[in-house]
Every structure is written in structure tokens, then in C-alpha cells.
């Protein structure tokens, strides 16, 4: 058999395909961002609360800035500069 066998490449493909995951809900979130210098800012987004706090924890921990490019205008956000994050949906607030 080779490398590249034509059966083996079928397998594999059936198996991604499997993967799929439906989407995920969004919703009206108010992110509110506390700067070291104590100044505050808050920003509306429609978003999935799962993946904002995925990007928000990433960004933290490898220093890059968040970008909002799917926002209207796009912005991003320099994580050294942020104090903490607290997330406010409807109904509450949700974590910092």
C-alpha cells in the first residue's frame, strides 16, 4: 500500500465530516472593560458568550490584542491595558 492510498484518504474524510458542530447561540452581550488607569468602557456586542470569553481568556494569556472585525466599525482591544472584564446579559451579570 501507499502513502497516499485513495482508500485511506476516503476514511479520513468520512471521519472530519462526522465533526461538524451546530452553531452556537448568540446574544445581546454589554462587555464592560475597567482600565488600570480606572477609566471605563463599554461596548455592546452580538455575540456567543462562550467564544467571546475563549477570546477574551487567549488574548490575556498570550499578551495579543482582541479583534472585534465582525463589529460595526471593527475595533480592537489591548489587553495590557485592561484591569478586568465583566460581561452583562440580559437578565445579569455573567463573570469577570
Do not use: H
Not at 30 to 57: A, C, P, R
Request: charged share 20%; hydrophobic share 35%.
Amino acid at each position: 500500500m501507499g502513502l497516499f492510498n485513495r482508500q485511506d484518504s476516503d476514511v479520513i474524510r468520512g471521519g472530519l465530516a462526522q465533526q461538524r458542530q451546530a452553531p452556537k447561540p448568540v446574544q445581546e452581550i454589554e462587555m464592560v472593560l475597567k482600565y488600570f488607569d480606572d477609566s471605563q468602557e463599554t461596548i455592546l456586542l452580538t455575540y456567543n458568550l462562550e467564544e467571546l470569553q475563549q477570546q477574551v481568556s487567549t488574548s490575556f494569556g498570550t499578551g495579543s490584542s482582541m479583534n472585534f472585525t465582525s463589529a460595526a466599525p471593527p475595533f480592537s482591544i489591548n489587553p495590557r491595558w485592561v484591569k478586568k472584564i465583566t460581561y452583562k446579559v440580559k437578565g445579569g451579570v455573567l463573570g469577570d
